[in-house]
């Protein structure tokens, strides 16, 4: 089995019917790693971008956690179903008015913004230390999830075909896509059920970057390590030059002074070799390392 030595991100494009995990299972039948976690799930029936953290990258795992996600979604109206997709039985609803396009591009328009949204009962949420699905599986009962703050950035509708919608969003982390299709569906008063759904980008990143995991695994070591994406590329801070002395201070965990005009995170560099070192947090111009790589 090939060790991967590199450190960095590897952009999966994730075939439907796997889990994230199982996704990293796959990869490491065949290579090993001294870590590699994902970034954030995809529900089993999902496709689209799945973010791998590789080796070191796994210690800024929670900047792209933090990310804008967007996605594509099939919305099928007329249905309901427990899980709000289609990963359990569906149920029709009946005696409904069918919505025109103009309805639905109002009702649509109307969840753009911040708001509180109640995550999906069968869902990885903790309830008193306990993942809801489990008490689902288990004990075939829903926890009460409380609301959570989203934001939606943007909603478009990209098709409608009655019982069929499509759209395009882009969310806050922390958003449930299915979630949404349960939120449309009772406000158009049809019922609705996520159908397909596809990750195109979190934060910077894009499907178009990413490989079909049957590709990743027919390659060797060198061809895969030569798509794994530098740490610091993926992350969308602005960068920050010290000089060699500062440099080793930042990397001895020491603070840096520097100018009082900055504030927030930064990716940091050593000035004369372009080196990335970590991410620090400007306060007060004084620089503060968070995550430094050794």
């Known amino acids: 089995m090939e060790k991967i030595e590199k450190s960095g991100f590897l952009l999966v ?7 994230s995990r199982e996704v990293i299972d796959r990869l490491k039948e065949k290579f090993s790693f001294e870590k590699i976690g994902h970034t954030g799930t995809l529900d089993p029936f999902a496709t689209g971008l799945l973010v791998l953290a590789i080796n070191k990258a796994t210690r800024f795992v929670e900047y792209l956690q933090k990310e804008k996600k967007a996605y594509q979604a099939l919305l099928e109206l007329g249905k309901i179903s427990f899980s709000y997709d289609i990963e359990m ?36 949420k903790r309830v008193k230390g306990r993942r809801a699905y489990e008490v689902f599986r288990k004990e075939r009962k829903l926890l009460k999830l409380k609301p959570k703050e989203i934001e939606i950035y943007e909603i478009i509708l990209l098709d409608y075909n009655f019982p069929y919608l499509s759209l395009y969003t882009l969310v806050s982390s922390g958003t449930y896509i299915r979630a949404l299709a349960r939120d449309i569906g009772k406000a158009l008063k049809t019922g609705a059920i996520l159908k397909d759904l596809r990750r195109v980008s979190i934060g910077s ?60 995170l930064f990716k940091v560099y050593e000035k004369d070799k372009k080196t990335f070192l970590g991410v620090a947090k400007i306060v007060s111009g004084c620089l503060y390392p968070i995550k430094v790589l050794k």
Do not use: C, W
């Open 13 to 19: 494009d994730k075939p439907p019917n796997l889990t």
């Open 89 to 124: 039985p569906t149920m029709y609803v009946h005696n409904l008015k069918v919505p025109r396009k103009e309805e639905v591009e109002k009702i649509l328009s109307q969840f753009k913004g911040k708001q509180n949204q109640i995550p999906p009962e069968i869902s990885a």
């Open 205 to 264: 990143l894009s499907i178009s970057q990413a490989k079909p995991l049957n590709e990743l695994l027919s390659l060797n070591k060198k061809e895969l390590e030569d798509l794994i994406m530098p740490i610091d590329q993926a992350l969308s801070f602005e960068p920050y030059f010290l000089s060699k002395k500062d440099a080793k201070k930042f990397l001895n965990g020491n603070k840096v002074f520097v100018s009082n005009k900055l504030s927030g």
